[in-house]
């Protein structure tokens, strides 16, 4: 009898492990997509965000690639990651998984994917991002960002919202409201990418080490800001 059950744990454990694999290829796979994501934009600094709303971001999330469900209608659905300032002043910290789902996504059309960024401009901004879920628009007010450099824009943007969202969708990148959509973190994805279970405040907190699939992602954050203004 113990040589069975001992049989159908290592079948079971066989099965999983493939499936594991297969899981940490598409987080890593999720984080390059990130990071090109958001090296593209700052890269077209005339038609992206503003460099002068990055350098006072608290933090940055990045979803690539948000999906519009066909077999529900409205139905939105995405995973991405996020970084903070690190404490001491320069740089940024490890990444922490987060999963958007529902919410007004503005430019996607049809079956569509669209890359969100939000950028986080205040403490009450950060401690929303760090509980374990909060919806835009109700938990924590959201404003489309500016594209480019419009100053003046910029003001009104900063003093109006906790958290600056756009969106890419078809080559066109603009500045949407998500209101109604619910960011929660993203356990399962935070343990393969360290190794261990850990919430999201326990990495952006901890300011914990990125995991080698994930420094890409951070180099581009210290690329185009290191240093919050």
């Not at 454990?13 to 934009?41: M, W």
């Not at 907190?205 to 290191?226: I, W």
């Amino acid at each position: 009898m113990k040589k069975k059950v001992g049989l159908t744990l290592v079948w079971a454990l066989s099965g999983l492990l493939p499936a594991e694999a297969a899981q940490k290829d598409e987080d890593a796979e999720r984080l390059e997509r990130a990071a090109t994501v958001f090296q593209e934009i700052m890269d077209t600094p005339d038609k992206g965000i503003p460099q002068s709303l990055l350098d006072k971001a608290h933090c940055a999330v990045i979803v690539p690639g948000l999906k519009k469900g066909a077999f529900i209608f409205g139905a939105k659905y995405g995973r991405g990651f996020f970084s903070c300032r690190s404490k001491k002043g320069v740089g940024w910290t490890g990444p922490a998984a987060v999963r958007v789902e529902g919410g007004s996504f503005g430019l996607q059309i049809g079956g569509s994917e669209t890359d969100v960024i939000l950028l986080v401009m205040n403490e009450n901004g950060v401690r929303r991002l760090l509980s374990s879920k909060f919806t835009l628009g109700a938990d924590a007010s959201v404003a489309g960002g500016p594209v480019g450099r419009t100053s003046s824009a910029e003001v009104d943007a900063l003093l109006s919202a906790e958290i600056l969202s756009w969106s890419r969708s078809r080559g066109i990148f603009a500045g949407v409201s998500l209101q109604g959509a619910t960011l929660r973190q993203d356990l399962d994805v935070n343990r393969r990418l360290y190794g261990r279970p850990l919430t999201n405040r326990e990495i952006i907190e901890g300011e914990l080490a990125p995991p080698a699939v994930a420094e890409r992602l951070v180099q581009a954050l210290n690329k185009y800001s290191s240093r919050k203004s």
